[in-house]
């Protein structure tokens, strides 16, 4: 049985050792976090284009919702580099 509670040890799974809660768990998993908003850019940017192109299509309403959803993702991804 392991002396950590259930957040502590999925803290602890981060890094080596996977028992114990070190420096290197927090670095990990502050990195994984600054490489979701990263991700969540590049999605919005993939997602602009298509609203864009869209647009030149004469479509739209197709060209609203992708635009919407874009400015969407790209507010969260901003929301969680500054909170990290």
């Not at 739209?60 to 969680?80: M, P, T, V, Y």
């Amino acid at each position: 049985m392991s002396k950590l509670s259930k957040k502590q040890r999925k803290i602890a799974r981060a890094a080596m050792p996977f028992d114990k809660i070190t420096g290197e768990d927090f670095k990990m998993l502050k990195t994984k976090k600054s490489k979701k908003a990263e991700k969540l850019y590049k999605k919005s940017q993939k997602v602009a284009y298509k609203g864009r192109k869209a647009v030149d299509e004469g479509r739209e309403k197709r060209a609203n919702r992708k635009l919407k959803k874009a400015a969407r993702l790209e507010s969260r991804s901003i929301k969680l580099e500054e909170k990290y």
